[in-house]
């Protein structure tokens, strides 16, 4: 129809959503690029078993953690967060309260070059999961570097019994 | 200065469409992010504040579900045995693939250790246990 209206200056009414699509776009790839990392959890070592006897280096001795049903009771899962309160756990043979093992980690383990920093995890295999995770995070926290290896033997994680 | 229009010609796109798409794109993967995982429906542990642990590409999952059943991947495994021999298939195919287990939360750890013997018997030296981040309250 041509309603011929004068151009003077030419007054825009629409909204510049140009920055609108730029934020927008830029927001998208975030979202693409952390839905791949939103992974989250623990590396395990599980070592080949050899034939050959390591030594083992009498300064820095493999540290086992051992987790039993008697020094804490977690075999029912979670109703809670956190670890139950009176909750003991073993670093070899000394018997260690869970709100203390990261302390107790960060001091074994501070003079340690890295490839020594191994903590193996026994756990009696009726305990909850969920739980064992919850003390190996706490371990986690007293190193950072600190790795974790499993041990198959279920005896270890009564020390006392064991008799070692 | 008079111009006379007759049916004025744009030269700008139209970009709304584009911004719908862009804006709907943009809400599915918000919403999907933080409910994003693969495998069978697994419950997992929450921790503090597990690292986190880039997916790769050559990554084998195991899901270790509630009753105790194995999957590799998204495929059930009946018995042991079969448990066993697709792990040693996935082993030849490639000797360094990450292995990831993801066991129910509410499963005891001699479960999850079975898992993890079996995947150490076959060869590979490492997993990854996940875990979920603990909602903070």
Redesign the interface.
Known sequence: ??M?????GGLNSEIN??P??DV??V??II??V???????????????ETTEVVQPDPDHPPVILAINAEACPI?T??TS?GLPPGCRVFLNKDQVDVTQLSTKITEIFKNRKSADKILFLA????????R???I??VA??GDESLKVG?V?DERLARPAAAGI | ???????SVRSDIN??P??DV??V??II??V???M?QKGPPVML???????????EKSQILIAVSKDKGLYVEKDPMTSDDMFGSRLAEEYQRNKNATI?IK???????????KA??K??EV????????????DS?
Do not use: H
């Open positions: 129809m041509g011929a209206v004068g151009g003077g959503v140009t609108l699509i927008v776009l927001l998208l979202f693409m952390l839905v791949p990392l939103s992974q989250r959890g623990y590396d395990i070592e599980i070592p080949r075999e899962g979670l967060p756990a009696e295999e009726k305990l909850n999961y969920e064992i995770i919850r190996l995070d986690k926290k499993i198959s | 200065m008079q111009s006379v229009k007759v049916e970009v709304t584009l911004v862009v804006l794109l943009l993967f918000m999907v992010t933080p994003l542990p929450k921790a503090s504040d597990p690292p986190k642990k880039a997916e990831v066991g129910d939360a509410r499963l005891t750890y001699g479960e999850v250790k993890m013997l995947v150490k060869g590979f030296e490492q997993v990854g246990l996940i875990t979920q981040k603990q309250q």
